[in-house]
C-alpha cells in the first residue's frame, strides 16, 4: 500500500512565493514613495552686481527651481557690500572684485556653479563713467554663467526698482532718480515712452516709469553749486552747507560730469571757496532753480516737461532717501512734512562746530551734506513728483523689501526668472493617484493570496489520509 502525495503542494508552495514577493513590493514601494526629498537641488541661484559710479554691490539671489506662474519667487540670500570704488582706477576694477566673487562662490552650492547667471548691470552713474571693460574682463574667470554686462535704460533701472503691483517706487542714485508706479490714469497714448509692461508672476503691468539723469542726489549737489560759479567768481556763499563750513574746491573736479558739460565758465580760477551760511529757505530756492516747472505739453507733468499720471497708491522710497531721511530721524510713518521742513531748518542752522561735536563719528562729507540732502529730497517729492501733505503720507521709507535690499536688482532678477526655464520639481516615483492604487491593488491580491493559504492550510489539517489498496 502506498500514501499518496498531497498535490497541492506545489501550488501552496507557489502561491506562499508570490505573498511573499507582493509583500516586499509593498513595502518597497512605500519606502521609495515616502522618502524625503533632497532639498540642496530645489534651489536656482542667480548673482546680479551693481556697477554704480563709484562702487559696485554684489547680490546673491535664489528661488524654488519649480518657480510660481513662470516668475521665480526671488528672495536675497547674502550681499557684498564691500567691493572698493574703482571710480579713479578702471583697470583695477576687475581686482576689486576678488573678495566679494570668492564670497559667492562659497555662497552658491558648488553643485550649482556652473548654472548659474552672473549678470553685471550698470545704472545712471556708469552711463556717465564708462568702465565697463575693465569688469567684465575679470568676470570670466569664475565658475558661474557669466551673461555679460549692459548698461541700463532709464526706463529699465526705473521699473526693475519696482516689484509689488500694489506700490510704487522711489529711488534715489547717486547720479539719477527714477519714480515707476501702476496708475489707472496712464495707459501709454500721451507718453509713450514712459510706459513699461512688466511681467510679474504670470500677470502683465502697464507701468509708468521716467529716470531723471544727473537728479540724482550727488549730480544734483553739482549743478546748484554750478549755477553759483558760472561768473567764475573765487567764493561762493552757500546756503545748503552750515554756518562756519569752509571748503576749497577745484573747478576742474566740478566741472569733470556730461551733467554739467555745458555750463562751465570759459576762464574760470583754479579753485573756489564753499561758505556755508546754513539756510533752509534759501537751499530749497536754490534747489529749485535746477528745475524747469514750466514747461509742460501734456496734461499734467513732474519737471523737466516730463509727463507724469496723477500719482496714485503707496509707494517705497529707498536708496538716497533711506541714507539721509534715516540719518535726520525722518523715517517713521508718522513724520509729516511739516516735521521734515522743521528738522531741516533745524538742522542746516547748526554751526558746523557743534555738528562735528555732535556726530564725532559721522564721515565729514557726509555729514556736510545732510542739509542739502534733506532739502533736496523734500523739494524732488513736494514739487517735482507733486507729493501733497496727504500723498507724503503714502511714503514708505525703507532699506529692505520682504528681506532683500532695495533697489533695481531684485527687480533685474525677477524679470531674469522669467526668461530661466523652470526645472522639474522634484517629485515622487508616482503621482499620488497612482501611489495609492497600487497600494490598494496590491493588498487586496496580498490579502485574497493569504486567504488562499489559509483555506488550504485548512483543509490539509481537517482532511484525511487516503490508502490505495
Known amino acids: 500500500m502506498k500514501e499518496a502525495s498531497p498535490g497541492y503542494r506545489p501550488v501552496t508552495v507557489f502561491v506562499a512565493g508570490i505573498a511573499v514577493i507582493a509583500l516586499v513590493a509593498l513595502v518597497t514601494v512605500a519606502v ?49 557690500p564691500g567691493i572698493s570704488s574703482y571710480a579713479s582706477n578702471p583697470q583695477g576694477a576687475g581686482d576689486s572684485l576678488r573678495e566679494c566673487m570668492l564670497k559667492a562662490a562659497k555662497w552658491v552650492p558648488s553643485s550649482r556653479h556652473g548654472e548659474t ?54 529711488d534715489l542714485g547717486g547720479a539719477s532718480t527714477q519714480i515707476s508706479f501702476v496708475s489707472a490714469h496712464f495707459n501709454g497714448s500721451q507718453s509713450p515712452g514712459n510706459l513699461m509692461t512688466f511681467r510679474l508672476y504670470g500677470n502683465d503691468y ?24 558760472q561768473s567764475g567768481q573765487s567764493s561762493v556763499s552757500d546756503p545748503c552747507f552750515h554756518p ?50 514750466t514747461q509742460c505739453r501734456y496734461s499734467r507733468c513732474s519737471f523737466n516737461g ?33 516735521d521734515v521742513k522743521a528738522r531741516l531748518r533745524e ?21 556736510a551734506e545732510y542739509c542739502f540732502g534733506g532739502t533736496y529730497i523734500l523739494t524732488l517729492l513736494t514739487e517735482g513728483f507733486n507729493f501733497t501733505a496727504d500723498t507724503y503720507k503714502d511714503i514708505t521709507v525703507v532699506r529692505q523689501i520682504k528681506g532683500s535690499d532695495a ?12 526668461m530661466i526655464p523652470a526645472e522639474a520639481q522634484d517629485t515622487p516615483p508616482l503621482p499620488y493617484a497612482g501611489y495609492v492604487s497600487v497600494m490598494v491593488v496590491t493588498a487586496v491580491v496580498l490579502a485574497l493570496i493569504l486567504l488562499f493559504l489559509a483555506y488550504r492550510l485548512q483543509r490539509t489539517h481537517c482532511s484525511k489520509p487516503h490508502k490505495i489498496v
Not at 206 to 229: E, I, M, N, V
Not at 249 to 277: H, I, K, M, Q, W
Not at 347 to 367: E, G, I
Open 347 to 367: 538742522y542746516c542752522a547748526t554751526p558746523w562746530s557743534l555738528l562735528q561735536k555732535q556726530h564725532p563719528t559721522t564721515k565729514r562729507k557726509y555729514l
Open 306 to 338: 516730463v509727463y507724469q499720471p496723477q500719482l496714485q497708491g503707496s509707494f517705497e522710497a529707498f536708496s538716497a532717501y533711506n541714507y539721509v531721511l534715516d540719518f535726520l530721524n525722518l523715517t517713521d510713518t508718522s513724520v509729516s512734512l511739516e
Open 244 to 293: 562756519g563750513y569752509i571748503r576749497v574746491r577745484e573747478y576742474s573736479d566740478l566741472y569733470n560730469t556730461p551733467c554739467l558739460a555745458d555750463l562751465a565758465p570759459r576762464t574760470p580760477p583754479t579753485n573756489f571757496t564753499l561758505l556755508g551760511t546754513g539756510n533752509f529757505q534759501g537751499c530749497q530756492e536754490l534747489i529749485k532753480s535746477i528745475f524747469n516747472f
Open 206 to 229: 502697464d507701468l509708468y516709469t521716467h529716470s531723471f539723469l544727473c537728479y540724482g542726489k550727488d549730480q544734483a549737489l553739482r549743478q546748484t553749486l554750478a549755477r553759483q560759479t
Open 407 to 418: 533697489g533695481w536688482t531684485l527687480g533685474y532678477m525677477l524679470n531674469l526668472t522669467n
Open 32 to 80: 521609495v514613495q515616502n522618502k524625503p526629498l533632497p532639498k540642496s537641488t530645489r534651489y536656482r541661484y542667480g548673482i546680479v552686481l551693481d556697477a554704480g559710479s563709484s562702487h559696485t554691490a554684489l547680490y546673491v539671489y535664489k528661488w524654488p527651481a519649480e518657480k510660481d506662474n513662470n516668475t521665480g519667487r526671488v528672495t536675497q540670500t547674502e550681499s557684498c
Open 117 to 170: 547667471p552672473l549678470y553685471l548691470g550698470a545704472t545712471a552713474g556708469m552711463r556717465l563713467l564708462n568702465v565697463l571693460s575693465a569688469v567684465e574682463g575679470a568676470l570670466h574667470s569664475y565658475p558661474f554663467s557669466f551673461r555679460g554686462a549692459r548698461i541700463l535704460s532709464g526706463p529699465e533701472e526705473g521699473s526693475f526698482g519696482w516689484g509689488q503691483a500694489t506700490t510704487g517706487a522711489l
